[in-house]
């Protein structure tokens, strides 16, 4: 299919899954009023925050069903706007680890939540607590709604219980990778580069490739053995994906990552960048300026030089490569259909596009 078909295709599998979303949340609002405008404006900024996003998770689920013959648009749509949910969760809960009140170049929901109080004139404490409060309920919401979700998708018993049962790996492998991310940011050493891919693979790539392309095949009726190899594959692109945004994150733009490029490296954050780094000659020249909350503009220009130079950069683009090379290689097995094959086929190459 031509570039101008596939965008076609993409853009209507977005609207029916913003359709359902929109469905959802206005269904909710409506619930909401006897209990309270502020009941109302929080579901108004939770909706907020699931606008504006790539709707990447759902291009998983619609890739697998449709390519694998499914045509109920209708039930893969709701599939599609449940692991939406998820992921609004997933950030919103993540943000709040990271006390990080900005999103997408815009104030998430606990920046909404914070400026308004420091408005109202709470103390900054006090307006970063609410905030944070919100955003936690407000992740609470969508987690259990990304559920309720797979119910309303109209399925039949059985594939609603794999549906559910996917769903629950998702989040069950995130929260895994969540806390090994959480204890890595206090430890002072920086991990090795494979327990940083460990914690990357359960932290995103379960919940974001994995499940939701095995979710697409399921719900197509497809054999187990094309849902282990979905599942492979969405390891695999996941992994690589994940290094790509951990180097976006040093050496994008804030117009591409919607978050500023000094961030990671103030908060410290362990990537295979910085894991790279830290074994070979020179780290210890410039360990004190990285998780420098106070780390300035030329300070992490520094920082980024060294990881040019010492070979971090190349070293990781290169294990980005690696790792979508493997999940193309899983497309290759005969008993992937050629259909599957042309719908992911492109998913590993914009990976391997954003590598620069």
């Known amino acids: 299919m031509e570039a101008a078909g596939l965008r076609g295709v993409a853009e209507e599998r977005q609207s029916q899954v913003d359709a359902v979303l929109a469905r959802f ?22 909706e ?11 291009r998983m689920v619609f890739a697998a069903y449709q390519a694998l013959g499914g ?27 990271d006390h990080d009140f900005v999103r997408r170049g815009a104030p ?12 109202a004139g709470a103390s900054e404490a006090d307006a970063e ?15 259990f709604n990304a559920y309720r979700l797979i119910d309303r998708s109209g399925v039949d018993d059985a594939t609603r219980e794999r549906l559910l049962e996917v769903m629950d790996d998702a989040l069950f492998a995130s929260a895994a990778g969540e806390l090994i991310d959480v204890d890595f940011s206090w430890m002072p050493a920086v991990p090795p580069v494979d327990d940083i891919l460990a914690m990357e693979r359960l932290k995103t790539a379960v919940y974001s490739f994995e499940c939701p392309l095995q979710a697409g095949a399921i719900l197509a009726g497809a054999s187990e ?22 180097l976006l ?6 117009a591409d990552t919607g978050k500023t490029t000094i961030g990671d490296l103030r908060e410290g954050k ?16 410039h360990a004190g300026r990285f998780g420098n909350p106070a780390l300035c503009d030329e300070d992490a220009e520094l920082l980024r030089a060294h990881l040019v130079d010492c070979g971090a950069k190349a070293f990781a683009e290169g294990l980005a490569r690696y790792y979508a090379n493997r999940a193309m290689a899983r497309l290759r097995e005969p008993h992937v259909a050629a259909t599957l094959r042309a719908e992911l086929h492109p998913v590993a190459q914009d990976v391997l596009g954003r590598v620069k």
Not at 26 to 37: D, F, N
Not at 48 to 58: Q, Y
Not at 225 to 246: H, K, P, S
Not at 271 to 285: H, N, R
């Open 25 to 46: 949340f206005s269904l909710a609002k409506k619930r909401a009023e006897p209990l309270g405008r502020e009941y109302v404006e929080l579901w108004n900024e939770l």
């Open 48 to 58: 907020a925050n699931t606008v504006g996003g790539k709707r990447f998770r759902p």
């Open 71 to 97: 045509e109920d648009a209708a039930a893969a749509a709701y599939v599609g706007a449940a692991f939406e949910l998820l992921h609004t969760a997933l950030i919103l809960h993540d943000d709040v680890i």
């Open 108 to 119: 998430n929901i606990s920046g909404s939540y914070r400026d308004r109080a420091r408005a």
């Open 129 to 143: 607590h609410r905030g944070m409060s919100a955003a936690v309920i407000a992740g609470d919401l969508a987690l």
């Open 225 to 246: 053995q094309t849902v282990e190899t979905l599942g492979d594959f969405g390891r695999e692109i996941g992994i690589a994906y994940q290094i790509v945004d951990d």
């Open 249 to 254: 994150g040093v050496f994008g733009t804030e």
């Open 270 to 285: 362990r990537t295979v960048l910085i894991a790279y780094a830290s074994s070979v000659e020179g780290w210890s020249e």
